[in-house]
């Protein structure tokens, strides 16, 4: 066994419940500390950040915009939110279940942000933390800290 499976496989917990919605914030983090040092929060960010996307792939499938509804945002990026207030209106109007269709679906998303997962989630101590990490994105990612 190499020694990166080796600390893979000894940093591994329980499964243990999430709300989706705090693993999409835990996901944000990785992506603020991926590019800092050390061999075993480099594993742990990897890993985690792999596990955190498949489990989280209905939301993101759910979440993409139909064709229909991108021409139409495309067509209302034209327009100024003060200047065209009436226009914006009339097109909204004029596209109504198009627009309700895309609100339903974020509603759908919310939902789904709201559910429990169980993951097993790779932790690293205070230790293995990099030494240039900051308050802030410590914050970030402390649900893989041990």
Do not use: C
């Amino acid at each position: 066994m190499t020694k990166v499976k080796e600390m893979t496989k000894a940093k591994e917990t329980k499964a243990t419940t999430y709300v989706k919605k705090d693993l999409v914030n835990l996901l944000h983090g990785i992506s603020e500390v991926e590019n800092l040092k050390g061999v075993h929060f480099a594993v742990a960010v990897k890993e985690n950040q792999t596990r955190i996307t498949e489990l989280l792939k209905d939301i993101e499938e759910k979440a993409v915009p139909t064709e229909e509804f991108l021409t139409l945002a495309r067509e209302m990026q034209q327009f100024d939110m003060e200047k065209d207030r009436e226009l914006i209106e009339a097109k909204e109007k004029e596209n109504e279940k198009l627009v309700e269709a895309r609100k339903e679906q974020l509603r759908e998303v919310e939902e789904l942000l709201e559910d429990e997962a169980e993951l097993d989630l790779l932790k690293v101590t205070k230790m293995e933390l990099p030494a240039e990490i900051t308050s802030r994105q410590l914050g970030m990612i402390e649900l893989m800290i041990k």
